[in-house]
């Protein structure tokens, strides 16, 4: 008898990987938010609990509602669900707080209706949230969510996605200074129009990351986590990024850069002894100045969104 009611982890995700604005992300391990979500004989969706964050429970205001009825309006499921959320990732940090809801939605219900949609649908479907809470449907953080590890989206349209292999020293560092940046108020200070000298150093470091990844060349990886268009305008929105960046990589970083719009900084190092001391050296920027903050060191998540038990 198949369940009606499962229990998961949504991990939280680092988009845009310094040089790949809205086409990387990667998956982190050690943290995320929970979620149940349960099958139930009346038609559409409730979310039944929130608890973690300040967020709205309606159903169209909430991403996981909305991701979720884009998946119903899809399927010719007679059943609906309810959804309790319990988040961890703080709502405008720039971990993945809407991709995790988004996803955790579409991925549960998926399986309990046994696995009718392919995972490049469920990210379309979890899409729609971030549209809702961004104003914009970009995959960058739901399809790593979804897939594991990193993820380029090679195409918005047609959609197509690529999972990338992740190697097995490489560690995440995100630190969270405790104020809130928007997607969508980042979003509009960008430039829509780039100089075709950036836009070249753009993508040879995409393609280096990428190669990096697939070879698994540390050095590689570290000399394409550059970026020439998106960081040196948003990062103007956060306390300190430029001497957290320069600590971050004096303490053995190969790179560091924005976490997704922020403020949520990230560092990528080889082993975990040294994200540690990335860390410690990304604290003491904040605690000199007075700035609250959250910080994690993760491994890669390869595997994306799982059940617990």
């Known amino acids: 008898m198949k369940p009606n009611e499962i229990k998961i982890f949504c991990p939280a995700t680092i988009a845009n990987i ?17 979620m149940v979500v349960r099958k139930t004989s009346e038609k559409g969706i409730r979310i039944t609990k929130l608890q973690g964050q300040d967020l709205p429970m309606e159903t169209l205001k909430n991403v996981a509602g909305v991701a979720g009825l884009a998946l119903l309006e899809s399927s010719d499921s007679q059943y609906g669900f309810e959804i309790e959320i319990y988040k961890n990732i703080k ?15 579409v991925w549960a219900m998926n399986e309990l209706l046994d696995k009718p949609f392919s995972t490049i649908e469920l990210v379309k479907f979890a899409m729609e949230g971030e549209r809702l809470a961004s104003g914009v449907a970009h995959a960058d953080n739901v399809a790593p969510a979804l897939f594991g590890g990193f993820t380029l989206v090679r195409s918005y349209e047609p959609l197509d996605i ?3 292999p992740s190697p097995e020293e490489l ?9 809130e940046v928007k997607t969508s108020d980042s979003r509009k200070i960008l430039k829509t129009n780039i100089t075709l000298k950036d836009g070249i150093k753009q993508w040879g470091n995409v393609g280096g ?3 990096g990844l697939y070879t698994n060349d540390y050095d590689l990886i570290g000399r394409s986590l550059e970026d020439h268009i998106v960081e040196p305008i948003r990062s103007i ?9 320069s600590e971050a990589i004096a303490s053995g970083a190969l790179g560091c850069g924005i976490s997704g719009s922020g403020p949520s900084i990230f560092a990528l190092s080889r082993r975990e002894k040294i994200a540690r001391k990335v860390a410690d050296s990304m604290k003491e920027v904040y605690k000199n100045v007075g700035i609250d903050y959250e ?3 993760s491994k890669i998540n390869s595997s994306g969104i799982k059940i617990l038990e």
């Open 18 to 34: 310094s040089c790949g604005f809205d086409v990387l992300g990667v998956a982190l391990d050690s943290v995320g938010d929970e």
């Open 91 to 105: 709502a405008g940090s720039g971990i993945g707080s809407s991709a995790a809801s988004s996803t955790g939605a």
């Open 162 to 164: 690529i999972p990338i």
């Open 171 to 179: 560690f995440a560092t995100v630190i969270h200074p405790q104020i």
């Open 209 to 211: 990351l990428v190669a």
């Open 237 to 245: 929105l956060i306390p300190e990024f430029d001497k957290v960046k």
């Open 295 to 297: 910080i994690h060191v």
